[in-house]
Each structure stands twice: as structure tokens, then as C-alpha cells.
T-cell receptor, first 113, second 115 residues
Framework: DTEVTQTPKHLVMGMTNKKSLKCEQH?????MYWYKQKAKKPPELMFV???????INESVPSRFSPECPNSSLLNLHLHALQPEDSALYLC????????????FGEGSWLTVV | AQSVTQLGSHVSVSEGALVLLRCNYS??????LFWYVQYPNQGLQLLLK??????LVKGINGFEAEFKKSETSFHLTKPSAHMSDAAEYFC?????????????FGGGTRLMVKP
């Protein structure tokens, strides 16, 4: 059982909508991540938060806006998305620097119509 | 820069047969190594990891992997495949010197298990 919880599991949104994906981890980790995964591909890193500060933004379009309200929560705000943004969005966490393993949630399936 | 190559995007085995999924990496420093499994319509689950110490690492569900520095490999094995092992498997590496712990993934191998 994963200790990284993502909601919603499925989301369908129009190109003019504003929605958010939410992630919570219960392991006391201080690094949290958003990954995007297209079908039959490995996950691609989008953002990294370390100690609640954005440390890495992998040139993600501004229509994706991350937020880390506290050490256990991570949000991904979505606005004006394109159909090609449809994918599985995975949240993950780890405990730097001594914990190299990254633990993933079940993901949120996003469909943009 | 790091890279990961998984030989064989699809591997098919019979139930009860040996499972061998290959992973080779390229890294300027000895990396941390991971295998993840992704069942259909699910997230990634950590199978096992190598950081330091014993080079033969045992993971969940009867899987194990051996770190061979001379071959820059971290192949995943399981003595006897079960139908429930059918999934996508990802090998990944990270740089121990990078506090961000970012993962570099291989392209994935889809394991199919025939009855």
C-alpha cells in the first residue's frame, strides 16, 4: 500500500477549466515531486520541492502551477490545458539526502477535452 | 549525465520460467539503482534498490537484482514467473551527490507471462 495519496484518481476537464490535483504523503519526507507519464513511456520529471521550496522546474509550461502548502501536501494547479496534456500525473516523495528511494502515488489520470 | 538502457521493450516468459530483465546504465559516479514495477492503470511501486553494500539485492515479490560495476549492469531476476508478475518494469538511477535525488528512467520493459 502506497503512503502517497493522490486525488482525484480521474479528472476530465475542458481547455478553459481550472482544476487542481492533490497529493499527500504520510512518511515525513521533505522532498516531493510531480511527474507526467504518457502511455507506454517512462515518467518525466516536472517539478521538485525540497523543504517546501521549489528546487527544480523542468521547463514546464506555465499552465501547470505547483504549490507546496506544507511538508506533507503538494498541489498541481491546472489552467488552460491542451489535449496533449492528457496523461497520468504521478506524485512522489523522498527523504533527502539520506533516503535515495523515491516513493510514488497511484497517480491521477487527466483527460483534457 | 546519466542514462539507462533496458534491453528489450517486451519480454515474454511462461509461467514458472525464469524472469530476466536487463538494465545497463551510464554514469560518471557510482549511482543509486532502482527497479520499479507498474501494474496496469496504477502508479509505480518500488521493487528494490541498491545504494551501497551487498551487490545482490532482494526485493518484494521474490525479485532480486545484482549490481555489477564492471558491466555497469543491474539486471532484475525472479526464479519462477507468476501470472501476477505481468506488468511494466522500469530501471532507474540517481546521482548520490545530487541532493535532489532525481531519477533517470530507462524506457521500460513490458513483461508478459504465458500460462
Amino acid at each position: 500500500d502506497t503512503e502517497v495519496t493522490q486525488t482525484p484518481k480521474h479528472l476530465v476537464m475542458g481547455m478553459t477549466n481550472k482544476k487542481s490535483l492533490k497529493c499527500e504523503q504520510h512518511m515525513g519526507h521533505r522532498a516531493m515531486y510531480w511527474y507526467k507519464q504518457k502511455a507506454k513511456k517512462p515518467p518525466e520529471l516536472m517539478f521538485v520541492y525540497s523543504y517546501e521550496k521549489l528546487s527544480i522546474n523542468e521547463s514546464v509550461p506555465s499552465r501547470f502551477s505547483p504549490e507546496c502548502p506544507n511538508s506533507s501536501l503538494l498541489n498541481l494547479h491546472l489552467h488552460a490545458l491542451q489535449p496533449e496534456d492528457s496523461a497520468l500525473y504521478l506524485c512522489a516523495s523522498s527523504q533527502p539526502p539520506q533516503g535515495p528511494a523515491i516513493y510514488f502515488g497511484e497517480g491521477s489520470w487527466l483527460t483534457v477535452v | 549525465a546519466q542514462s539507462v538502457t533496458q534491453l528489450g521493450s517486451h519480454v515474454s516468459v511462461s509461467e514458472g520460467a525464469l524472469v530476466l530483465l536487463r538494465c545497463n546504465y551510464s554514469s560518471s559516479v557510482p549511482p543509486y539503482l532502482f527497479w520499479y514495477v507498474q501494474y496496469p492503470n496504477q502508479g509505480l511501486q518500488l521493487l528494490l534498490k541498491y545504494t551501497t553494500g551487498a551487490t545482490l539485492v532482494k526485493g518484494i515479490n521474490g525479485f532480486e537484482a545484482e549490481f555489477k560495476k564492471s558491466e555497469t549492469s543491474f539486471h532484475l531476476t525472479k526464479p519462477s514467473a507468476h501470472m501476477s508478475d505481468a506488468a511494466e518494469y522500469f530501471c532507474a538511477v540517481s546521482d548520490p551527490l545530487n541532493a535532489g535525488n532525481m531519477l533517470t528512467f530507462g524506457g521500460g520493459t513490458r513483461l508478459m507471462v504465458k500460462p
